[in-house]
Structure formats: structure tokens, C-alpha cells
């Protein structure tokens, strides 16, 4: 019997992996330099915590969650970041540690969905949450920030949508709106439509059930209900983004799936690359009420999530380059000790080295340093050994020359100095960079 990956679960070959690090990267250059820092939760949580937070009505807890079966716990694999960061701000007290609490995270999140393109049952997210600060500039400044990164990435059709869903008051005036608005249409709208009716009708307007869409064409829009404070909030954020220049759109239609979301919310779509029709490659918004529903002070709160494979989809077939190599290709039993030691100096000295001690042929080993897209390979044969030289070939510029073990590292160490002038590319490092 032969085991599979279970579905919509992928395993990540290392070639696939050096994507993810790129973007990882990236994302940690961007938003350390905001001062988000790292926060590393565990992936099981109680299920409580999702219910308390997420939303009874989100979808992610009515039908996404994947449970964990154990005596006398209700154990749940996390949907997304958001709950365990504002458990983790409540629990260590930051209230009164700190007055800004900026944290970042990137890690597997898991929802039982359909699985298909850009959508899986565990994926990554790279997200970041901002406690603490409960002004429009805050939110903007992280909108720009996400505008910025998805550029520098290079993502093309870029588009920030952003919609304030007011604060609880607005809420309860939209809510009741809604409510008078569709009811004498009930028969026309999906029976799952008719549901959130009762118990979140602000999420039929998210829905893409094709009545749905019709039914909501002329629904009131949250806007008009917004107090005097949520209207301000709103007015500084546009301006605020106005004035960096970073552009947006407005979409009132724009509510999100989870239920916590007060105030900002948005949205950063793309077409970009393989992503297909228009999706969501992040979104995220302002949760002022989620740290005091879940026994907290109260304390404002914003933040987002990016989806990794979204962004992978949407930079396209890129190639993301393997750092340089060096390959050490021992000829006959004398040479294999020399050509350890000379491997062990060469990775002392940060160079990415691989030894093939097999005792093949000089053509099986250059081929495979070859495929492996090596820099230079070091060829050591017994006569090399003895006399204690080795020949040194430059693979990108098709030369060899003999030359003392002693000088090898130096002349590797120049070698890839100069592959790193032409590609860009750091030769010692973990990151995948990206051609
Ligand atoms: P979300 O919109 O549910 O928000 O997810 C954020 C992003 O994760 C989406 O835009 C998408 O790129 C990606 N994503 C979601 N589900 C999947 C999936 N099944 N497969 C692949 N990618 C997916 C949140 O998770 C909130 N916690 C964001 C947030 C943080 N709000 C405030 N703070």
C-alpha cells in the first residue's frame, strides 16, 4: 500500500521551499523594518478559543476546523494567527508591559476547505497584528506597508480594496437595516443566505451565490450608518493614505469571513502571474472588540495575513536560483581523505560544498555537479593528492587549472565572489534568491 500526502495538503520540495524562503524573506525585511517582531505560537489550540474569536458564524468555525480527538480536551488545528497572537497578548499581560505591541508570524494554518488553486487545507500565512493604537494613521501606515511589499515584489494589477464596517454601534444600526432590507426578499435569496439572515446578515453580502448577488445589488451600504467617530476614523485613514499617495479603492461590498472585524478592513487582490481570476493574496482589518471579548483589557488592534502560496501563484513560473556550490570530485581511494578535509575547510569557510565520495567516474561526478548547478568543481586524483594540488575548474567560465590544495579555499572564495557580482546573489547564504 502506498501512502499519500492527505488532500489538499501539500509536501514542499526543496526546490518549491526556495520560493517560500524568498518570500519569507522578504516579508521579515519588510516588516522588521516597521518594528514587527516574531512571535511563534504552537498550531493546536483549544477550539474554544476559535469560537470565542474567529466567530460562531464565520464559516472557518461552522464547517472549516479540523478537531482533535482527545479525552476530556477540545483541541483544534488553527485556522489562522489571530486568536493565538491576542491569547498570547493576554496571557503575558502586554497591557501593562508595553503600550505598542507590534508582533509578526509565519507558519501552517489549517482549514478543511475544497481544495483548488490558491486554496488548501494547510496553507501559510505570513501575517503580523499592531496592539495598542487605535488611530487611523496606524492603519495606514500597515496598509502602505503591504501596498509597498506586494510592488517590490514585483506582483503586477495590484489592487488595495478597503471598507470600514464601522464600530458596534454602527453595527447594530446596519444590522437591524440588513435585516429590514432582505427579509421581504427571503424567498429569493439561498437558503444559506437565509441563515446568516438570522445570525450575521452582513456575511449574504460576501456571499457569492449568484441570488445573493442580485438580491444585494441595493442593499443599504454600512457607510451610511456610521457614527460621528467611525466616520472620522474612516475620513483620517483615506486621508492619511491619501497622502502617501498609496492607491486604493473603496469597496463597500468588502466584509471579510471572519467575524471580528470592526472599523478597516481590506483586501490586497491580484491577477498576477498563475493566481488565475482575481484573489485575495492578503486581508486583514481592525478587531477593537476581540481582546476584551476573550477576558482581556480592552485594548485596540489591527493587523493582516498574507497567503504564501497565493503570493508564490501570483510571482509566477520565476526560478529562484540555488546559492553557488562548490563540488570536490575525488579520483581513486588516495584522494578521499584529502578531499574531506578540503570539503571541511571549504564549509568552515561558509562555502555550500558537496563531496561525492562514491568513487564514480570524473563524467558521472561532473554531470551531477552540473545538474546541481555548481560554481566549481575541485578534481583530485591519486598523482593530486600525493603531490598536494588539485585542478581547479571554473564552470561558468569553462577553465581548469592546477593549483596547491593550500590556495583552494581562497580561489573558490574569489570564484564565487565573482559568480555573486554577476547573479546578485549572497554565496554563503539561507535565503533562496530570485532571478
Ligand atoms: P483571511 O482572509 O482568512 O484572514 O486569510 C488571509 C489570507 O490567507 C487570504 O487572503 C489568503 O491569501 C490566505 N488563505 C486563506 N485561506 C486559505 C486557504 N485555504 N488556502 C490558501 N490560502 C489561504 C485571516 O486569516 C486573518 N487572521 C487576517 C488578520 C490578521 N486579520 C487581522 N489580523
Known sequence: MKFRAVTGMNDILPEEARGYQFVEAQFRAAVEAYGFRELRTPIVEELGLFHKSTGETSEVVQK???????EGESLALRPEGTPSSARVYIGNKMHGREPITKWFYIG??????????????????????????????CDAEMIDMLYRFASKLGLSDVKVLLNTLGGPEARVAYRKRLVDYFTPLSDQISEHARERLVDNPLRILDSKDPRDQEASKNAPVLLDCLTDADLAHWEGLKAALDRLGTPYEVDPRLVRGLDYYTRTCFEVVTTSGNIGSQSAVLGGGRYDGMLSSLGGQPTPAIGFAMGIERILLALGDRKYEEPSLCFIAPLGEAAGLPCLELATQLRAAGIWTELDSRGNSLKSMLRRADNMGASVCLVMGEDEAKSGVVQFKNLGKHTQEQIPQSDAVKAVQQALAETTTITGQEPASTSGSQT
Open 64 to 70: 472549516q476546523m479540523f478537531l482533535l480527538a482527545k
Open 108 to 137: 501552517p494554518m489549517f482549514r478543511a476547505e475544497r481544495p483548488q488553486r490558491g486554496r488548501y487545507r494547510q496553507f501559510h500565512q505570513a501575517g503580523c497584528e499592531l496592539y495598542g493604537d487605535e488611530g487611523p494613521i
